[in-house]
């Protein structure tokens, strides 16, 4: 098992950058995929990146594709989410979330997630 804590979050102007992280706690963090999901009111929890165990292999969403960069470092136990040129539109709760095995567009594969951090974005 493993316990995700999410940190980072914040307000930004739009065009601004910010870099989210997740400190994972337990066992064998480098075996499990580890992705971002974001949640804004009133919608539902959306795949924004996703990583695989090694690092070598990386997803994005379409919406934030060339915006975002999602890295990992095993020895921390950690997952970081850089994000630029933020927009309102990407405002919303960010979660971390991590898999056994496999990367996946659906929040529903994932088994682990954080608790979330607001990413605020003004205009």
């Known amino acids: 098992q493993v316990q995700l804590v999410e940190s980072g979050g914040g307000t930004v102007q739009a065009g601004g950058s910010l870099r989210l992280s997740c400190a994972a706690s337990?066992?064998?963090?480098?075996?499990?995929?580890m992705g971002w999901f974001r949640q804004a009111p009133g919608k539902g929890r959306e795949f924004v990146a996703a990583?695989?165990?090694?690092?070598?292999?990386?997803y994005y969403a379409d919406s934030v594709q060339g915006r975002s960069t999602i890295n990992r470092d095993n020895a921390k136990n950690t997952v970081y989410l850089q994000m630029s040129s933020l927009r309102p539109e990407d405002a919303a709760v960010y979660y971390c979330?991590?898999?056994?095995?496999?990367?996946?567009?659906?929040?529903?594969?994932?088994?682990?997630w954080g608790q979330g951090t607001q990413v605020t974005v003004s205009s």
């Open positions: 979330a991590a898999a056994v095995s496999g990367v996946y567009y659906s929040p529903d594969r994932w088994s682990y």
């Open positions: 337990g066992r064998a963090f480098s075996y499990y995929s």
């Open positions: 990583i695989n165990w090694s690092g070598e292999n990386t």
